[in-house]
């Protein structure tokens, strides 16, 4: 059988990656090693962390120059209470990201991205190509109760994995890699049918198991996350394609 290095190098590829709380440090180890081994998607999107991670890809920021800033994040560089629906105003989010983004429009990205939104109003998913890169980005961020609905376009938008968790919605058909987080997220129901792999022609699913689960109050296994992650990749992309999926674990 194939291994996954091999399936990767054959042509051009698309990277998807899934929504899952503070997954954005799992989903920067991945696509480190991705670089790493001269592998570079032709596109990327995601919801939520996977939407950070694309974006800042597609932005032009390098995963090991992302892995900088997230191993050295601090709650204090985005936690801004304020009255309001959710607890987190993300004024100091989006700072972050004005600062880490070298781009901040879609325009000027270097390549395509697609970042999924929850459109509150429409109770839809809503994929996102233009306009400006770092609200788009806080919007597919913004899990209800953590923090402040955003505006984009005049609408008022959430997660994007609240309907949209493997981010897939708007990536083009063809080959793609998607990088599933298996952990359950804190507000997802045990079994719940977001959690399982998606199915779709061409697309091939990387799984690594047993990372650390992190979040705005255990941002040192954020960390951990990210090292395990970039680890399991490297061993993944020896390993044969089975049934469509790679999985390891941590």
Known sequence: MITLGDWLAEAPFGLGMSSGFFSF????????????????????????????VAGAFAAGVAPTALADVLLGLDRKDFWDPAPGLGLLRG?????????????????ACAQPVFISVFDIGRRATRVVTDGDLPTAIRASCAVPGMFHPVVVDGRRCWDGGILDRPGLVGMPAGRTLFHHI??????????SAALALPSRPAL???VIDGLPRSGPF?????????????????????????????????
Do not use: C, N, Y
Not at 30 to 43: K, Q, Y
Not at 230 to 247: K, S
């Open 182 to 191: 298996a952990s359950r997220s804190p507000w997802r129901r045990r079994g």
């Open 25 to 52: 440090f799992a989903h920067t180890g991945m696509l480190t090693a991705l670089v790493e081994r001269g592998l570079r998607p032709a596109h990327v999107g995601g919801s939520s962390a996977g939407a950070l």
């Open 91 to 107: 004024r100091k989010f989006d700072a972050l990201l004005r600062r880490v983004l070298p781009v901040t429009t879609f325009a």
């Open 218 to 250: 255990k941002l040192e296994a954020g960390r951990a996350a990210l090292v395990a992650a970039r680890a399991a990749t490297a061993r993944a992309l020896d390993q044969p394609i089975a049934d469509g999926a790679v999985a390891l674990a941590a």
């Open 204 to 206: 091939v699913s990387l």
